[in-house]
Nanobody, 126 residues
Framework: QVQLVESGGGLVQAGGSLRLSCAAS????????MGWFRQAPGKERESVAR????????NYADSVKGRFTISRDNAKNTMYLHMNSLKPEDTAVYYC???????????????????WGQGTQVTVSS
């Protein structure tokens, strides 16, 4: 059974930092692109950051570039999102997601992310 479990969310003041973790139970983690997505109340889900299976290729939403860093540890089947200089507009439920095993070391479009976690709440107070 595929399982993705996010952790590390919470309440933080503007300007603060958090590190989200996503622990994956599925096999072949090191062959899957992974990503962080978020959904704020009343808004559509958006891509925050994505990373290829090797970790060599990454992609960030313009709104988080320079503040967030995505990384992964394939030996631990875990992905991370380091979030610095948090803003109130970063408040959302953050989800991790993964693709099926892939050959190409690409980022992949959102529709390719077919495995999803339950989400972790991040709240940034002003």
């Amino acid at each position: 059974q595929v399982q993705l479990v996010e952790s590390g969310g919470g309440l933080v003041q503007a300007g603060g930092s958090l590190r989200l973790s996503c622990a994956a139970s599925f096999r072949a983690f090191s062959s899957r692109a992974m990503g962080w997505f978020r959904q704020a109340p009343g808004k559509e889900r958006e891509s925050v950051a994505r990373i290829s299976w090797s970790g060599r290729n990454t992609n960030y939403a313009d709104s988080v570039k320079g503040r967030f860093t995505i990384s992964r540890d394939n030996a631990k089947n875990t992905m991370y999102l380091h979030m610095n200089s948090l803003k109130p507009e970063d408040t959302a439920v953050y989800y991790c997601a993964g693709t099926r095993p892939t050959y190409d070391d690409f980022i992949y479009v959102t529709s390719e992310y077919v495995y999803w976690g339950q989400g972790t709440q991040v709240t940034v107070s002003s």
